[in-house]
């Protein structure tokens, strides 16, 4: 019988493992959101991190939902496979630095207990864009957000982050234990910032003596975070299994590139996380809005008309020439909206970017990107489209991915089958479509909070949104990006 994988002891020479004692060493940061991003990002950068520069760091882990986390890796003492996909092909590496996995329902007195610990000095965060419950209009919390009314009316029983870290940070003011650092590593735009005032302003209706403290004492350091995580599937276990010889219930697989840029401001100390080839700078807001822009917003264009014209997952979207010629113009329009950044080069990041999105030994899914598109698209796509109006530059990359959005928000695929939204505002949108194209672009983009005003107000946008949309409806998607591309090359021309 393949035995689970519960130890370093035997494993294969090809497979690569902590190069530290993991026991030796104590938990220094919490980290909410026990996915697989956290698990091919932020652990495999503390596990370089602890066999470079030693120190308390590993990681208590924390579901905030899912059991699944917890029952995958509490067997296993915390220790998983990475495997690092790219054209030269796969390696895998098991991992050392999660030194135990929580779910916050059954285990809530250890969450609090490793949340309040004095050794504590970081509390991390991937709870995806939907999980923090950001009114994103006002910067303060969203009380239709499930987790923030919970936590409104049960402040000692909270569900959410907001709830959980002012819970926390008020139980470790009271003892006399100094604030942890709060690091945001989900693809928001301005992550620190926008955790902060979403922690300043929970602590108000909540706990209002802490607010002011909270605002004055506690470091939230912005993050870009990058690394290609497809979800893991029975396909990435097996793959563990063949590659270990072990089972493997927590097996994750990742592009082989990964990038973090992060804003050196820790008072209470951190990993040498630069030992792993992070970027400590003092300002990480350019670097944020590249990524947002070029490769997340490439992303979501390429995810909603790929899905849409057939393509499973990215690597097809990347075969099928005319549209990966338009992820190379949309790109070129974000990158044309950036500021210069010193030392990087934006026509050899989109080349860089070409060339993962391509990667054939990644199986990503349109689908899985397509997913929360009112959470992803103000910072990916609006945000650039406002930008480019703004300078004169061309709209239609963005118009183009804006109305392969809409069109994907039918939830019908062109041969009538029906296919889920998964977004939370799902209600919302689905109310939006109406009988003609103009009309749902004129009711999608009222939504409240969604698209900024300048788009709304614009003649321009509209025009360019709807036309495309109308042209997606009654030609296909394929037709669609047949025309978009020659449209693209005859302007380029
Ligand atoms: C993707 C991102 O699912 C998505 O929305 O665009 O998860 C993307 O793969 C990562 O940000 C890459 O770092």
New binding site residues.
């Given amino acids: 019988m393949t035995p689970r994988l519960t130890t370093l002891d035997g494993l294969p020479k090809g497979v690569a493992r902590p190069g530290y004692l993991p026991s030796a060493h104590g938990v220094g940061i919490v980290h909410l959101g026990l996915g697989a991003?956290h698990k091919a990002?932020q652990a495999p950068y503390t596990d370089t991190a602890l066999a470079v520069a030693a120190g308390d760091w590993r990681i208590a882990g924390v579901s905030l939902r899912s059991p699944k986390p917890t029952l995958q890796l509490g067997p296993q003492n915390g220790l998983f496979t990475l495997i690092e996909r790219d054209s030269k092909g796969s390696r895998a590496r098991v991992i050392g630095a999660i030194a135990r996995a929580l779910c916050l329902g059954p285990d809530r007195a250890a969450v609090m207990d490793a949340l309040t610990a004095p050794a504590t000095r970081i509390v991390s965060l991937t709870v995806t864009e939907k999980g923090y419950g950001v009114d994103r209009s006002t910067g303060g919390i969203d009380r239709g957000h499930k987790a923030i009314a919970h936590d409104l009316l049960h402040p000692d029983a909270p569900i959410g982050v907001a709830g959980l870290l002012i819970l926390a940070l008020g139980l470790r003011r009271a003892a006399g234990v100094a604030p942890f650092t709060v690091l945001c590593c989900d693809?928001l735009p301005d992550n620190g910032a926008l955790v902060r005032g979403l922690l300043v302003d929970f602590a108000r209706h909540a706990a209002p003596d802490l607010a002011d403290h909270i605002a004055a004492e506690v470091a939230f350091p912005a993050t870009m975070?990058?690394?290609?995580?497809p979800a893991s599937t029975e396909a990435t276990r097996a793959a563990a299994r063949q590659m270990t010889g072990c089972l493997d219930e927590a097996a994750v697989e990742a592009e082989s590139f990964?990038?973090w840029v992060i804003e050196d401001h820790f008072p209470t100390g951190r990993p040498a996380w630069e030992a792993a080839g992070a970027l400590f700078v003092s300002d990480v807001r350019p670097y944020e809005e590249m990524?947002l822009r070029m490769?997340?917003g490439a992303?979501?264009m390429l995810?909603y008309a790929g899905f849409m014209a057939g393509h499973a997952h990215v690597a097809d979207v990347m075969a099928d020439r005319a549209l990966a010629r338009l992820v190379h113009r949309h790109l070129g329009a974000a990158a044309a909206t950036l500021p210069p950044l010193p030392d990087v080069d934006l026509e050899a990041y989109a080349a860089a970017l070409m060339g993962r999105f391509a990667n054939p030994h990644l199986r990503?899914a349109t689908f899985?990107?397509?997913?929360?598109g009112t959470e992803?698209l103000p910072q990916?796509i609006l945000a650039p489209a406002v930008a480019a109006l703004e300078a004169g530059q061309p709209i239609d990359a963005f118009a183009f991915a804006t109305a392969a959005w809409m069109r994907y928000v039918r939830g019908m695929r062109e041969d009538g089958t029906a296919h889920d939204l998964r977004d939370p505002r799902e209600e919302a949108l689905r109310a939006a479509l109406a009988d003609t194209p103009a009309e749902t672009v004129r009711a999608l983009m009222a939504l409240p909070g969604l698209f900024p005003r300048a788009l709304r107000d614009s003649a321009s946008w509209t025009a360019a949104v709807t036309g495309r949309l109308e042209r997606m409806l009654a030609q296909g998607m394929k037709a669609a990006i047949a025309e978009e591309d020659r449209a693209a090359r005859s302007a380029e021309a």
């Fill in positions: 991003f990002h693809n975070v990058d690394r290609i995580t990964c990038q990524k490769l997340n992303h979501s995810a990503h899985q990107i397509a997913m929360d992803k990916r």
